[in-house]
């Protein structure tokens, strides 16, 4: 099993390839792992774990490095105009809901790191915890979503 983090491409924050590769720069995915997994689990670059056959280690691993994720952010336009912490571009917070279901506290914990940590580059994450039929029937199945932590087999 997996847990992910899931963007909307269709999103005007997540449609340029440097801003994803940023976030992934921003997340420290050894924190997670220890902070919600207590230790037992690892990182993958895709839906495969790194023991099966059909994982893929040609997929480039992002490391966690805050001041090169805060480089391609710049890069991209995003920057703390008026020193309140918070990235700002054309005059809009870099700023973003992040969805799960309810009942799951993994992917709740999941959710409150990941808040955290791109919290540290400037980017302000809101959590919403919604029920799952109502989670996958108006938010996933019409996407309608910023972000999404989910989970596969």
């Keep these: 099993m997996y847990t992910y983090l899931g963007y909307n491409l269709e999103h005007p924050l997540f449609k340029e390839k440097k801003v994803r590769q940023a976030l992934s720069y ?5 924190e997670l792992i220890q902070g919600v997994l207590l230790g037992f689990g690892q990182s993958a670059t895709g839906p495969f774990p790194p023991a099966s056959w059909a994982y893929n280690q040609e997929i480039k691993d992002y490391p966690y490095q805050l001041e090169t994720a805060k480089k391609l952010l710049a890069e991209s336009g995003w920057v703390d105009i008026n020193q309140d912490g918070w990235l700002e571009k054309e005059g809009g917070k870099f700023e973003f809901t992040l969805m799960t279901n309810q009942g799951n506290k993994n992917r709740e914990l ?44």
């Design 26 to 30: 921003a997340l420290n995915k050894e």
């Design 110 to 153: 999941t959710a409150e790191i990941i808040q955290s940590q791109f919290r540290k580059v400037g980017i302000k994450v809101n959590i919403r915890i919604v029920e799952w039929s109502t989670f996958v029937n108006n938010y996933i199945d019409k996407r309608q979503f910023d972000a999404v932590i989910l989970a596969g087999v």
